[in-house]
Structure formats: structure tokens, C-alpha cells
């Protein structure tokens, strides 16, 4: 991954208090140009969403300073164990010295509570987390759209869904904030590097976080969305279900049966996980 000799970090603000932190990388090959988002939530204890690749923390650390002094962040959280979720975990750890990782219960379990220098601060599904005039909720996404230990964002304020790596787009993520069609982009980028397990529960968890009715989605890589959140999420949970790998080789469902067998919850598929 090429980011240049100094990367410049870009600050947009994407919704009320909430800061989108994007840096443009190389990444060569079939990806090219790339992006990485982290997310400030600003706050009496402010909140950074992903720590970004350990390479890009001095800018992203110099990004974060034009909105707060860096030793005030309070939590760094992150969806899942990945390079660019938690990476520069440690790095923000010695920066801001009350800041606690926030994550999920299994990644605290199975990750989080060995590769950070200070304990995690973990998040059972549905648990809101006080920032001060603002909270936000965690929702546990095992395997959505990648990762056992995955889970999501929501603030209740502003109603934005930090929403990871669904929606991934390519490209240097110029527009911080948009409108447009980003399902269109994200799948045509899915394509030929589908980064989804297509796990079985995947539309129950999307249709869940649908009805949070987020109306702004912070994306990790691309263009942040404005609209109507739950419609996108739907439209998203549709396009997967049509291109998963099972659903071009399923076999014919038996005469008076429906074919399909109801999901595991999300929280059941949790506490299986965690019991293995």
C-alpha cells in the first residue's frame, strides 16, 4: 500500500458533531486508488470509529488535532479485528491516555482483550454507550459482512450508522458527503473482490439495522450517505441475496415445503460463537 511520503488527511464534518477523516492510498493491482475513513464522534468523551492502518496514523493523528486535541479522546472503537479497523489501536492508546477501546464481547474475548495495551471496553448487543449529550448503540453483525467478531454503530442523535465496510466504494473518496447512488459503486467494486461471507442471517441483520432508520450511513471506504438509510440497507440486502454464491446452484425445494429454513437470530449466532 503506497500513501505517498505524507499523506494528507481530509476532515469533513458529515452530519452535526460527527467528523468524517479520509485519506486517499495506492493500493495497486486490481483496487488501484482506495480510501480510508475513520469517524470522530465529538463529544465530552469523544469517540474515533476505526483507528486506520498503523502507517496512516501520524496523518490521520494530525486530522483528528484540527477538530480535538488528541488526548482527549475518550473511546476508540472499531467493527471487527482488521488492519484497518484496529491497527493504529496502540498508536491511539499512548496518544490519548484515557482512551479505552470499545468493541464487541467475542472480539474483546478472542482479540482485542491480548493485542491492546490497555483493556477493552466491551459492548453486548443492543448497549448504548454515553458520550455526553449524545450515545451510541452497538449491534452485533457476526459475519456481515465479514468477520465472527463484527458488529456496528449507531448514534441516536443524528441517527448515523457507522456502518463499516458495507457499502465499500473505490476510488479516493473525494466527496465526503453525498446524495447519489453509492449501491451502484459498492457492488460494481464487490464484483470481482466479494468481501462478504454471506453468512445465512445476513438480510435479518440488515433488516434490523434497517429499522434503526439511520438516515446518514458512514461508510469506511467512500462516500458518506444521506437519505433514507433503511431503503438502502433493503436494497442492499436484495442485491445480495440475488448474486450469493448459493443462490445459482440451490437445489429445488421439496413439493409442499418452502425451501428455505428460518435464520438463527443474530444474538443466537453470538452466543454460539462465543461457546465454541
Given at each position: ?5 505524507h499523506?494528507?488527511?481530509r ?19 486490481p483496487?488501484?486508488h482506495f480510501?480510508?475513513n ?9 469517540l ?5 492502518p ?12 484540527r477538530?480535538?486535541?488528541?488526548e ?14 484496529c ?6 492508546l ?21 493485542l491492546?495495551?490497555?483493556p ?7 448497549e ?27 448514534e ?12 465499500t ?27 462478504f ?13 434497517a429499522?434503526a ?6 461508510c469506511?471506504?467512500?462516500s ?29 425445494p421439496k ?7 428460518a435464520?438463527?437470530?443474530v444474538?443466537?449466532?453470538?452466543t ?5
Open positions: 500500500m503506497s500513501t505517498a511520503a499523506p494528507r488527511t476532515v469533513d464534518e458529515i452530519a452535526a458533531g460527527i467528523y468524517r477523516l479520509n485519506t486517499p492510498v495506492e493500493i495497486g493491482g483496487v488501484g480510501n480510508f475513520q469517524y470522530l464522534v465529538a463529544d465530552d468523551a469523544p474515533l470509529f476505526h483507528t486506520g498503523r502507517r496512516l496514523f501520524p496523518s490521520v493523528r494530525e486530522a483528528l488535532a477538530v480535538i486535541p488528541v482527549r479522546l475518550r473511546y476508540v472503537a472499531f467493527s471487527h479485528t482488521e488492519a484497518d479497523e491497527g493504529a489501536l496502540n498508536d491511539w499512548a496518544a490519548a491516555p484515557r482512551a479505552e477501546p470499545v468493541c464487541g464481547q467475542v472480539a474483546a474475548i478472542v482479540s482485542i482483550g491480548d491492546a495495551d490497555r477493552p471496553r466491551p459492548l453486548a448487543d443492543g448504548s454507550l454515553t458520550l455526553g449529550t449524545r450515545s451510541v448503540r452497538w449491534y452485533d453483525t457476526p459475519h456481515v459482512p465479514h468477520g465472527w467478531d463484527a458488529g456496528l454503530m449507531l441516536t442523535t443524528t441517527a448515523t450508522l457507522l456502518c463499516g465496510d458495507l457499502f466504494q473505490g476510488g479516493k473518496g473525494d466527496v465526503p458527503l453525498t446524495q447519489g447512488d453509492i449501491l451502484g459503486p459498492s457492488e460494481a467494486f464487490r464484483a470481482p473482490l466479494d468481501y461471507a454471506h453468512a445465512p442471517h445476513t438480510a435479518q441483520v440488515l433488516e434490523r439495522l429499522q432508520r439511520p438516515a446518514t450511513l458512514a469506511m471506504h467512500g458518506a450517505w444521506q437519505g433514507d438509510g433503511a431503503a438502502l440497507l433493503r436494497a442492499l440486502a436484495l442485491r445480495l441475496a440475488a448474486t450469493a454464491p448459493e443462490a445459482h446452484h440451490a437445489p429445488q413439493a409442499g415445503t418452502s425451501g428455505t429454513a435464520p438463527a437470530p444474538a443466537g449466532a453470538l454460539g460463537a462465543a461457546a465454541a
